[in-house]
């Protein structure tokens, strides 16, 4: 909860007295002999010259963002009862009626209700989601009408997607959406910095940076989640999606999935329903974890840098990816050692199962082939390997 200071100033004014002038007792005996002047009171609204940038962001695209509601039905003695279990926030991508939000939103929903800016209530319809990316789209019927009978087409406006990749830290971040419930809430504040995919940082294991993260100091609270973060263009840059926390409220430190990551994923939950994840098929840790004596016990050298296979599965054993072969206990945990060390992927070196993850993720779909390039026995070599479909059972390993 931010903080704040409320200051008061006293200011003194000095007269300094030269010959021939009043002492300064006398100009105050003066002054209080003399009639009190009327005070001059404003008695018209002075217009407002605020050029805060949130104030044309939010004037240009409130409509756009929506509260979305997520119903559960309920058997009871009487029968079936709609109950709300949760809130959140969406904006609309298109004249068709369909909504981005997070998967998170709307995922244990039975139904759904989309409430507009003017609070406008209409039920929605699930059309995709990416529990991995934490993203969904649904949609509303944009020849609805409202309690008046007033159609609502005019009211469906759509927003701008920004490049992402252009995102730099210390650019104005504001967010709209409805934190704790309170509709059509505007706050602000900076790109306070950028999470790269697969960052393995202590706090990012919290979360699931796929795609990578905006990081933002703009006020996101429970009930923001699914709502634009905006440029000062007015422009989203991301998806509002989690907050780290030790209260549960707001410290300043807010996600976002950048608009690429949506740019990419929501056109085939649009097509398909859901996103069809690539899959290498390998079960890997990251050597940088891997102490000098662990290290021995694996066989692995003391500057050797990339992530160890354990185990190949899929696509990955099928091009000859080697996981480990020679069973060791390491802190009563049992590893596979003896595998491939990856250290490159399409030539970009990898040094943590995270980046090799998210490469993957980012670059490539299922059917596309990739090079993992290998060290075996000391020696360096290239694998080409065809990727599949990430089966909808199959846990997710790191590394993928």
Do not use: W
Request: charged share 15%.
């Amino acid at each position: 909860m931010r903080r704040f200071l409320y200051h008061a100033a006293i200011a003194l004014l000095l007269v300094g007295c030269s010959s021939g002038q009043a002492s300064p007792t006398a100009n105050v005996a003066a002054a209080q002999q003399q009639p009190a002047a009327a005070p001059q009171l404003r008695t018209e609204m002075q217009p407002v010259s605020d050029t805060n940038p949130a104030i044309t962001v939010y004037a240009q695209n409130g409509a756009s963002v929506v509260n979305i509601t997520s119903i559960a039905v309920v058997l009871t003695g009487q029968g079936q009862v709609t109950q709300p279990q949760g809130i959140g926030s969406g904006f609309m991508l298109d004249t068709h009626g369909r909504i981005l939000t997070n998967n998170h939103v709307v995922q244990d929903a039975d139904q759904l209700a989309v409430t507009l800016q003017d609070k406008t209530t209409l039920p929605a319809t699930l059309i995709g989601r990416d529990p991995d990316n934490d993203l969904a789209v649904i949609q509303i019927d944009p020849n609805s009408t409202d309690e008046q009978g007033k159609s609502i087409s005019d009211r469906v406006k759509p927003v701008t997607l920004a490049d992402s990749d252009q995102v730099v830290i210390g650019q104005t971040a504001i967010a709209v959406g409805s934190p704790l419930g309170l509709q059509q809430t505007v706050t602000e504040g900076i790109v306070s910095a950028r999470r790269e995919p697969g960052d393995v940082s202590e706090a990012a294991l919290q979360l699931e940076l796929l795609g990578g993260a905006i990081q933002t100091d703009a006020a996101i609270n429970p009930g923001n989640s699914g709502g634009p973060l905006f440029n000062s263009a007015g422009q989203v840059i991301g998806v509002d999606s989690a907050i780290l926390s030790q209260s549960g409220g707001n410290e300043g430190i807010g996600f976002a999935i950048p608009s690429n990551t949506a740019r990419r994923v929501v056109p085939e939950l649009i097509e398909t329903g859901h996103y069809r994840h690539p899959f290498l098929g390998i079960t890997a840790i990251p050597l940088s974890l891997i102490g000098p004596g662990t290290r021995q016990q694996l066989g692995v050298a003391a500057n050797q840098k990339g992530v160890l296979v354990l185990d190949s599965s899929g696509p990955a054993a099928q091009a000859g990816i080697q996981g480990g072969n020679r069973p060791v206990v390491i802190n009563g945990e049992q590893l596979r050692a003896g595998g491939d060390i990856v250290v490159a992927v399409d030539g970009q070196p990898v040094t943590t199962a995270g980046e090799l993850r998210a490469y993957i993720e980012n670059n490539k779909h299922p059917g596309n082939m990739v090079t993992v390039t290998v060290e075996r026995n000391g020696q360096r070599m290239d694998v080409v390997v065809t990727l599949t479909e990430r089966p909808p059972s199959t846990p997710q390993p790191v590394g993928r």
